[in-house]
Nanobody, 121 residues
Framework: QVQLVESGGGLVQAGGSLRLSCAAS????????MGWFRQAPGKEREFVAA????????YYTDSVKGRFTISRDYYKNTGYLQMNSLEPEDTAVYYC??????????????WGQGTQVTVSS
C-alpha cells in the first residue's frame, strides 16, 4: 500500500501561484507514476498532470500546459505541482494519485484526501 498526503492548497488571486506537495509513504518503491486530478463543484473529476517516477516523463491536460509544472523529488518520495497564472476556472479540490502500473491512461490505485485550491477573480 501507498499513502499519499497533499499540502499547499489555499486561496489565491487570479494570476497568482501555488505549489502543491504530495508526500508518499508505505511501499513507495512500487510507484511507477504519480499524478494530480481535480474536481470542481458540480463537475466530474479530471486529470491534470502526471509524471513517471523513475524517468520523470511528464504529461498534462491541455488547459494547464504552460502554466502548471509537475515534478518529483525521488529521494524525498514527494511530488509537486507548481501552478502559475492561476485562473478562477482552476478552483477545485486537487487530489494526488499514484500507481504501480505503466500507462498514463490506466487507473490510479492510490489517492490522497485532497486539498482545496480557490482562485478568486
Amino acid at each position: 500500500q501507498v499513502q499519499l498526503v497533499e499540502s499547499g492548497g489555499g486561496l489565491v488571486q487570479a494570476g497568482g501561484s501555488l505549489r502543491l506537495s504530495c508526500a508518499a509513504s508505505g511501499r513507495t518503491s512500487s510507484i511507477y507514476r504519480m499524478g494530480w486530478f481535480r474536481q470542481a463543484p458540480g463537475k466530474e473529476r479530471e486529470f491534470v498532470a502526471a509524471i513517471t517516477w523513475s524517468l520523470g516523463r511528464t504529461y498534462y491536460t491541455d488547459s494547464v500546459k504552460g502554466r502548471f509544472t509537475i515534478s518529483r523529488d525521488y529521494y524525498k518520495n514527494t511530488g509537486y505541482l507548481q501552478m502559475n497564472s492561476l485562473e478562477p476556472e482552476d478552483t477545485a479540490v486537487y487530489y494526488c494519485v499514484a500507481s504501480p502500473v505503466a500507462g498514463v491512461q490506466a487507473p490510479y490505485d492510490y489517492w490522497g484526501q485532497g486539498t482545496q485550491v480557490t482562485v478568486s477573480s
